[in-house]
């Protein structure tokens, strides 16, 4: 067995090629009981010329190879998952029984509603427990994504304005925004004005007078903020957007810090999304797919995603296609509905209490971190925060140590590094959110880790700076990878 993997996959991953002997089965496919036909005639050009060079091997060979890889993979349920906006919190294993029923699992999304009664009735109610937690009037649970979410959000902001024939065009995000805020705006042909934060990083409300007119549709704000800090201003800001006529976006990233506390309807949200792998406990990333229901306020109804599952009046679920103002379809079916079943097993499993106490313990962890970690790395904002905390690498700027080399060492202590160089109002930041999940135990060991890196960086800056040392692959060329990427392996080539 060679150690020569081909551009873009290394040894561990061309293990299955290297392995390959002719012959070698890992399962039988039974005979086909469809009439044979021409293939030729019926392919034309399509027809492969030959067959697909794939391995050989054993069932044991493919179950090791994946078990093993499986094993070298970061994961919430081995470690502490501390990406800040977009961290995971643990997903608990009733919710992925629930969701494993044969009536969810097994329900083809073509099935006529008489067939998934069931399944209808789960995302009825829902959508009026997420309308609950957040203070919205309606729910959509379509986009696939708290990204596509945050679209539909936008998308369901212009045609409020269009049917009312104002011809908005600009959108303002503060500049603590996360990256999909500007791009949701502009791909709906809005021009994007960034408005800045203050000195205590949170937004003000004569900064935003500045720029707010009657050719605004929308402010798009996340609260808590990317710094982890409470918007303090949040009802001035939504009473002067609506002063104007136009709307509030609520990103609701970061829901998690407010659940069973305060709700962005009250505070004058009128459209949201919810992550439902950072609020409600759903897998992400690898372990997903997303999902990003939207909250918004009677007024944006019309413009839902069609179809609608309501309620008739003989007590059965249907889907509503007559919406005319409606955004259209969003998802080729109706939503990822795997994530929707985790959710409303979350929510029920825990109740309000429970969510309430999500959020205590969130906050609570996150400024137990922040004091663990001051003596040692910069505090750009320094007072509490809510469920996320934000440090730099300013204290070690005389060490030659950068954010990047951290992160890399964090690897090594077994840990995923956190979100770095975000925010972008922070330089050298590292955006650190714990959630609920994380025992004080496992808060310490994470707390122990950065400190240890920390006082590496003075005592041995180089074993820092080329880190991780304990990985298959040491570190990256990372502006090759990103200006040359190479996205297939291909039998036979020689390594790079």
């Not at 109706?334 to 959020?359: D, Q, S």
Request: proline share 7%; aromatic share 6%; glycine share 10%.
């Amino acid at each position: 067995m060679t150690r020569n993997a081909g551009p873009g996959l290394g040894f561990e991953e061309s293990l299955l090629f290297e392995q390959s002997r002719p012959g070698r089965r890992g399962a039988e496919t039974p005979r086909s009981d469809v009439p044979a036909v021409d293939a030729a005639a019926l392919l034309g050009d399509a027809l492969r010329k030959r067959a697909p060079e794939l391995p050989e091997v054993s069932e044991v060979e493919v179950v090791r190879h994946f078990t093993r890889l499986s094993t070298w993979n970061a994961a919430i349920d081995l470690n502490l998952y501390p990406l800040g906006s977009c961290t995971m919190k643990y997903n608990p294993k009733l919710n992925e029984r629930v969701a494993r029923l044969p009536g969810f699992a097994q329900a083809h999304p073509l099935s006529p509603e008489s067939n998934t009664q069931g399944l209808l009735e789960l995302c009825w109610r829902l959508e009026r427990l997420l309308a609950e937690i957040s203070g919205m009037d309606r729910v959509t649970l379509q986009p696939a994504a708290g990204a596509q979410g945050e679209l539909a959000g936008i998308m369901m902001i212009r045609a409020y304005f269009d049917q009312r024939g104002e011809k908005r065009h600009k959108v303002l995000a503060p500049d603590s925004a996360h990256g999909t805020n500007p791009a949701s705006a502009a791909l709906n042909g809005y021009e994007v004005v960034t408005v800045p934060s203050g000195e205590d990083g949170i937004l003000h409300p004569d900064a935003l007078a500045r720029v707010m007119d009657e050719d605004v549709a929308a402010l798009m704000i996340t609260n808590p903020n990317t710094l982890g800090l409470f918007e303090e201003h949040i009802v001035e800001l939504c009473e002067l957007v609506h002063a104007r006529g136009g709307l509030v976006y609520g990103d609701g990233a970061n829901l998690n810090a407010l659940l069973g506390v305060a709700r962005p309807g009250d505070m004058g949200i009128d459209v949201m999304h919810f992550n439902l792998h950072k609020t409600f406990s759903t897998p992400h990333g690898g372990g997903g797919p997303g999902a990003g229901p939207v909250g918004l306020t009677t007024a944006l109804a019309p413009y839902m995603p069609r179809p609608v599952v309501e309620k008739t009046a003989e007590g059965r679920y249907a889907f509503d296609f007559d919406r005319p103002h409606s955004i259209g379809r969003l998802h080729g079916y109706h939503g990822n509905v795997g994530m929707l079943i985790r959710a409303y097993c979350y929510i029920l499993t825990l109740g309000a209490e429970g969510l309430r106490r999500c959020a205590e313990m969130a906050v609570l962890n996150a400024n137990y971190l922040l004091e663990r970690l001051r003596p040692a790395y910069h505090v750009p904002i320094d007072r509490p925060v809510m469920h996320e905390c934000v440090i730099s690498d300013r204290a070690l700027a005389d060490t030659g140590v950068s954010t990047l080399d951290v992160a890399k060492r964090l690897i090594d202590h077994g840990y995923h590094p956190p979100t770095i160089y975000f925010p972008l109002i922070v330089a050298g930041a590292m955006m650190i959110e714990p959630t609920e999940s994380e025992s004080q135990e496992g808060l310490d060991r994470f707390a122990d880790a950065l400190l240890a890196i920390a006082r590496e960086a003075r005592d041995d800056p180089e074993t820092v700076r080329s880190a991780p040392h304990h990985t298959r692959h040491r570190r990256l060329d990372e502006t090759r990878a990103a200006r040359r990427p190479i996205l297939r392996w291909r039998p036979g080539s020689s390594s790079n």
